[in-house]
């Protein structure tokens, strides 16, 4: 009979591709999701025996993982902002970095006297989330705002479908629109609700190929890279674009919110000046890196 212990030594085979700290982590993560068993309980008790079913499957997923195939795509479901998120190779993997930027939104909407809400709960306004991907932060917004009239647009049809499967799963109602931001031009019959929105945010692609090179294979090899790549001659084109979209589309007071590329803060903030945007603030991530910005339209 093989025990919890017999799968934490098979699964040490993962050194070839993980730190060691990152292979307890998805071990443990594996080994709940198929035994059901709680991450405590795994711990306390590694002399307990599993059924040689679930030993098969472990065994499999052990094997994916050795070709560096992300964990979440293998199990089809991640965690985010302490919602499920279901993932696959359409979208990209939502990233602890990025709950940092819907922390940020929800703090907003809750001091900003200029969003006239009393409480973040009452929050009504317009929200709009550029290249959604998973569909992560419209979903986390519109589960924390419930009043806020929330959309989400992506170039994708693919990412935008598990997105949609994401809202049903986290029972919220988003307005998902299939919509190229770099070739966006309004027009009268435009799919995109009235263009006055509170927030904008955006995650947009925003790795270079210097990047890229830094990269470990089970980024580059696994995510979309339509979600990732942006051209080496110009990496704040979505920046750029969405700037200038935000500047007609928000209302006076509104905020736009951007995760960045931590070697382009300066230049991000500079853009934003540029394009009529103030009181831009460039916050660090947990790791101490430039990884998100907060400005005011005029
Ligand atoms: C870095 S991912 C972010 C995904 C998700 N918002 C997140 O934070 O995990 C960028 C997203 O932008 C989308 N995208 C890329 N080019 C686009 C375009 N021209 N117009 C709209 N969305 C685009 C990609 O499909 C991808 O889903």
Known sequence: MITIKDVFEDYKQLKKVYEDNEIEAITLLTISEIT?????????????????????????????????RPIQYILGITEFFGLPFKVNPSVLIPRPETEELVEW????????????????????GNMLDIGTGSGCIAISLKKNLSNALVSAIDI????????KKNAILNEVDVNFIHTDILNYHPAPHSTLPAPQYHIIVSNPPYVT??????????????????????????????YRVIAQFAQSNLQPG??????????????????????GFINMELRKDMSGRDRMIKAVIR
């Open 209 to 238: 190929l210097t990047d890229k090179a830094q990269m470990h294979s089970n980024v580059t090899d696994f995510e979309p890279h339509s979600a990732l790549f942006v051209p080496e001659h110009d990496p704040l084109i979505f």
């Open 156 to 163: 994708s049809e693919s990412a935008l479908q598990t997105a």
């Open 36 to 68: 059901q068993l709680s991450k405590a309980s795994i711990k306390a008790f590694p002399e307990r025996e599993i059924s040689n079913q679930q030993a098969e499957q472990l065994k499999n997923i052990l094997t994916q993982l050795l070709t560096g």
């Open 254 to 275: 509104g905020l736009l919110f951007f995760e960045i590329n931590e070697s382009y803060g300066q230049e991000t903030v500079e853009l934003l000046q540029h394009t």
């Open 105 to 124: 939104i929800l703090s907003s909407v809750d001091e900003s006297q200029k969003l006239k809400a009393k409480s973040s709960k009452q929050f009504t």
